[in-house]
């Protein structure tokens, strides 16, 4: 676990993950894990009638999976401080395969931590047709070197 500090993350910086798979199991899995039941999702049936024509991944379930597809080796020094900006762009279906472009935005100083700075990172996640699904920025508290 090499530590990556605060000055060493680049604006501009950027990588793209490995690609991920949504199924029917995922949706399933996800619905009983929050409670949302949504016919949406879970009745295909209902779902022919609407828009879509076909159940849609739950807003959440598409999100957790693209968190975990950013997360890349452990940083000791930095950690997770939220996410800004979240949005659901396009549905995401089963047997859609998504990944995501991670791109250095911001970086600044945290006012309360003098200690720690914020880096910003730009996620979007696209589906196999190079549609984008996903948009946030993931913010990570970062500790400075030497401080």
């Known amino acids: 676990m090499t530590?990556?500090?605060?000055?060493?993350?680049?604006?501009g910086a950027a990588r793209q993950t490995g690609?991920?798979?949504?199924?029917?199991?995922?949706?399933v899995l996800h619905a009983g894990q929050t409670?949302?039941?949504y016919p949406h999702h879970m009745d295909a049936?209902?779902?022919?009638?609407?828009?879509?024509?076909?159940?849609?991944?739950?807003g959440t379930l598409v999100?957790?999976?693209?968190v975990g597809l950013t997360a890349g080796a452990v940083n000791p020094v930095a950690m997770s401080y939220g996410y800004d900006r979240l949005r659901f762009i396009k549905p995401v279906f089963i047997g859609d395969t998504i990944r995501c472009a991670v791109r250095i935005?911001?970086?600044?100083?945290?006012?309360?931590?003098?200690?720690h700075g914020i880096?910003?990172?730009?996620?979007?996640a696209t589906n196999q047709r190079g549609e984008t699904v996903l948009a946030c920025e993931h913010l990570l508290l970062v500790a400075r070197r030497g401080v």
């Open 45 to 58: 049936e209902w779902c022919k009638t609407q828009p879509f024509g076909q159940r849609i991944a739950h």
């Open 105 to 115: 935005g911001e970086c600044r100083a945290d006012p309360k931590r003098p200690g």
């Open 3 to 11: 530590p990556i500090y605060f000055e060493d993350f680049t604006p």
């Open 35 to 37: 409670g949302d039941f």
């Open 119 to 124: 880096v910003c990172e730009q996620v979007t």
């Open 63 to 66: 999100f957790s999976v693209a």
């Open 19 to 27: 690609g991920r798979t949504i199924t029917e199991t995922d949706i």
